[in-house]
T-cell receptor, first 113, second 111 residues
Framework: KAGVTQTPRYLIKTRGQQVTLSCSPI?????VSWYQQTPGQGLQFLFE???????NKGNFPGRFSGRQFSNSRSEMNVSTLELGDSALYLC????????????FGPGTRLTVL | QKEVEQNSGPLSVPEGAIASLNCTYS??????FFWYRQYSGKSPELIMS??SNGDKEDGRFTAQLNKASQYVSLLIRDSQPSDSATYLC???????????WGAGTKLIIKP
């Protein structure tokens, strides 16, 4: 069974630009969660989508948004990029959310210049 | 504020010894508990999940859950240098089963 895939793997943007990251979950998984991880920091939860609905949301500004499509694929968008947005963005999928095991994709490394 | 706490380490263990990693959580209603391993620059990898009080063994790994004391631990037997990584504890909380993550414990296995 194919794992979680994320595209692109690397991105370089400049301040003020916007970016869209994509995540394809494991087949049959309906929950997708997004995390931000900066050097030396733990996983910071962004949001979780289940059946195209945002079910949980972390403490991030409105510049961070996401959506999920009917095939469970998910995208997250960051508008008006700031230097502090440079991070590894991780997507994780699970069958139905928090009570189930989450499986991570390889991540997208975003650098904001 | 629901919390999951781990000792940040680093925890240094000689090769071949038992590494013991601990995690405490604040939400008494939590029902699902997970241990992940993360190598530097890589994404987290699921090691164990545990849902009931007691021990759960998988190869060299044993997860221990004590809901009364609100802690979950991970034991790694016969530690190998390849076990050197950051270990993350995650616990589900709330009616929406949001996963709350500890900050991770850095484990170093000395040859």
């Amino acid at each position: 069974k194919a794992g979680v895939t994320q595209t692109p793997r690397y991105l370089i943007k400049t301040r003020g630009q916007q970016v869209t990251l994509s995540c394809s979950p494991i087949s049959g998984h309906r929950s997708v969660s997004w995390y931000q991880q900066t050097p030396g920091q733990g996983l910071q939860f962004l949001f979780e989508y289940f059946s195209e609905t945002q079910r949980n949301k972390g403490n991030f500004p409105g510049r961070f948004s996401g959506r999920q499509f009917s095939n469970s694929r998910s995208e997250m968008n960051v508008s008006t990029l700031e230097l502090g947005d440079s991070a590894l963005y991780l997507c994780a999928s699970s069958l139905a959310g928090g009570r189930n095991e989450q499986f991570f994709g390889p991540g997208t490394r975003l650098t904001v210049l | 504020q629901k919390e999951v706490e781990q000792n940040s380490g680093p925890l240094s263990v000689p090769e071949g010894a038992i590494a013991s990693l601990n995690c405490t959580y604040s939400d008494r209603g939590s029902q699902s508990f997970f241990w992940y391993r993360q190598y530097s620059g890589k994404s987290p990898e699921l090691i164990m999940s545990i849902y009931s009080n007691g021990d759960k063994e998988d190869g060299r790994f044993t997860a221990q859950l004590n809901k009364a004391s609100q802690y979950v631990s991970l034991l790694i037997r016969d530690s190998q240098p390849s076990d050197s990584a950051t270990y993350l504890c995650a616990v589900n909380v709330g009616s929406n089963y949001q996963l709350i993550w500890g900050a991770g414990t850095k484990l170093i296995i000395k040859p």
